[in-house]
């Protein structure tokens, strides 16, 4: 069987003499900084991000946040310090995480059904899972 390259097929590998052989991981360190696909990488990222499910409060726990907005309500004008646990929705995905907050409560907006802080921070109503 004879073939294009028989003649050089079984030469040894030519080494050079002036510069060494360069080490396998600096190699494909040359190709590295080419992306096929633009953006793809974040796209991946952003898939494997995770995200919390928002827990919807039982009766229970509904009455015991409404006795803590009533006693808010009554204590606004001493500007009390509150813990809110909240759930925030993601604006790109399913889903979102629970947020802490503290915080010296400014008013109780109920235009807008939301805590307001001293901040500026407004905190959703019926996103709140604990207030203390």
Aim: aromatic residues 6%; glycine residues 4%.
């Amino acid at each position: 069987m004879s073939g294009k390259y028989d003649d050089i097929i079984n030469l040894p590998h030519p080494v050079s003499k002036r510069y060494p052989r360069m080490p396998l991981a600096e190699r494909a360190a040359q190709f590295s900084p080419f992306a096929a696909l633009t953006g793809y990488d974040a796209v991946i990222r952003e898939t494997a991000r995770l995200t919390d499910r928002r827990v919807e409060p039982d009766e229970c726990l509904r009455q015991e946040l409404d006795a803590a907005l009533r006693d808010l309500a009554a204590r606004l004008d001493s500007r009390p310090e509150v813990l809110v646990t909240y759930f925030r929705k993601d604006p790109r995905k399913e889903g979102g995480e629970y947020v802490h907050v503290s915080g010296r409560l400014r008013k109780i907006d109920s235009y807008t059904r939301s805590l307001v802080l001293e901040d500026g921070t407004p905190i959703p109503v019926d996103d709140i899972l604990e207030l203390s």
